[in-house]
């Protein structure tokens, strides 16, 4: 009951800008419909599905292990496929902590004690920042090893093994991608992002949702309609629908775009907008600025541009699938409660083959050197539903997303020109 009233509420408060009169009716049969708006701090945000509705009755949406856990404990419709720390406290404080997502394979330590209330609001301090711990041993043949580690909140790790606290990725807009999986854990670099999103199901059923060995029909289900969502910003306060005045914002267009490597040309029409020749003068110097806000994304400046990273035209993927370490596990960076782990390259005595760490990312499969601290290159659309951002959640806001960059990577943006960037963000 609980967890429905949890998915249900941010739909209630959305339905000031209702856009479908029989929305009632298809949430009572277990379909959300196309583009139903989901209140976020820059307006509206929605989904369409290639099937036709959103099906709130698949197996996605079901628990399919012992512990009442699905795929949406932690993917949830309104925070764009992701979960919030605000959707993580509000489950606390209806269940007590109790909740299926409340579970010790995500608390901070595997042997935390959560035999009251009191003490499961402190085991769950990460999760309570949308944080699920996550990791790994050191593999077999890895190019680096373990040589100390800070682990305050102790999680398990080791010298032998990884512990880390992520953000659930957005369980959409997968008809442009590579990979699955931060540190593309379940493509390995094959591309093949269907069998990945199976690979990815089962270990889920089996893991998270501590379930028996899933029926091959069960995880295609969840496959396919995974592939079927596009997710994206489709209003925004002070212009209105992203379809207005020429612009090709929203889940639909979406769902049509092609993989291709291209600029973002969403508000192309935009850009240098007369204030009242469109709609309102306020409304259309948002929406100018929204297209300068593009015109820094694509540009080059500097010899550095978003882009580098985010080249999927309309989406902000990598169109190749590539990794990147955008300096998110720097220990200057590091959070209360993430651990530290320092790295030595095996075999050299250079001083500089010494590094440290909050989570190494793609080398916790590959064992390279090289792959330390890349992740995967994520979906920008719809960001304005799922703060804190980059895999660590280290950016509270998209202001901070875009100040990250420029202290960690050396980008360079006057004060105007990070606002029009922030304006874009919270568009797409």
């Known amino acids: 009951m609980s967890g429905m009233l949890f998915r249900l509420l941010p739909a209630i408060a959305a339905t000031a800008l209702a856009v479908s009169a029989h929305a009632g009716d298809a949430l009572a049969d277990g379909d959300l419909p196309n583009n139903f708006p989901f209140l976020n701090q820059a307006g509206f945000a929605g989904t369409y599905s290639t099937a036709g509705v959103v099906d709130l009755d698949n ?30 406290e509000f489950q606390f404080l209806l269940s007590g902590g109790t909740d299926p997502i409340f579970n010790l394979l995500d608390a901070n330590s595997p042997t935390a ?17 949308g944080l699920f711990r996550r990791g790994g041993d050191v593999p077999a043949n890895a190019e680096y090893e373990i040589v100390a580690i800070d682990d305050p909140l102790g999680t398990g790790g080791s010298l032998t093994r990884f512990q880390a606290f992520r953000r659930p990725l957005a369980t959409a807009n997968f008809h442009i991608a ?8 379940n493509t390995n670099g094959s591309g093949n992002v269907h069998a990945g999103l199976v690979t990815q199901a089962t270990g889920a059923i089996r893991g998270a949702e501590q379930g028996q060995p899933p029926t091959p029909d069960t995880v295609e289900s969840i496959a396919v309609y995974e592939e ?18 020429g612009g090709r914002g929203g ?31 306020s409304a ?24 580098g990273c985010h080249n999927a035209a309309n989406n902000g993927s990598n169109i190749d699938g590539r990794l990147f370490d955008v300096g998110a596990s720097r220990p200057e960076f ?33 064992g390279r050197w090289g792959d330390i601290d890349r992740f995967k290159t994520p979906s920008l659309r719809g960001l304005a539903a799922r703060a804190p951002y980059f895999h660590n959640g280290i950016a509270a806001t998209l202001e901070d997303v875009v100040i990250h960059y420029e202290v960690a ?18 568009a797409l």
């Open 59 to 88: 197996a996605f949406h079901v628990p399919q292990g012992t512990n009442g856990r699905s795929c949406e404990s932690c993917h949830l419709p309104h925070a764009g496929w992701s979960v919030r720390p605000l959707d993580v």
């Open 409 to 426: 990577l050396g980008f360079s943006f006057t004060e105007q020109e990070r606002s029009d960037l922030v304006a874009f963000l919270e």
């Open 284 to 307: 259309d110097r948002k929406r100018a600025q929204i297209a300068r806000g593009q015109d820094v994304f694509n540009a080059v400046k500097n010899g550095k541009t978003c882009r």
């Open 228 to 245: 079927g969502l596009a997710f994206a910003q489709q209003y925004v306060f002070g212009v209105g629908l992203l379809t207005s005045c």
């Open 113 to 129: 004690n959560v035999a009251t209330p009191q003490a499961r609001y402190a085991a769950y301090s990460m999760l309570r920042k």
């Open 178 to 185: 590579k990979n699955v999986g931060w540190h593309d854990q």
């Open 334 to 366: 590091r959070k209360p409660g993430m651990p530290l782990y320092t790295l030595h390259k095996r075999g050299s005595e250079d001083p500089k083959d010494i590094r440290q760490t909050t989570d190494p990312g793609r080398a916790l499969v590959s």
């Open 251 to 281: 889940p639909e267009h979406l769902s049509a775009q092609l993989p291709v490597d291209a600029p973002f040309d969403l508000y192309d029409a935009w850009r240098n907008l007369a204030p009242g020749s469109c709609t309102t003068r």
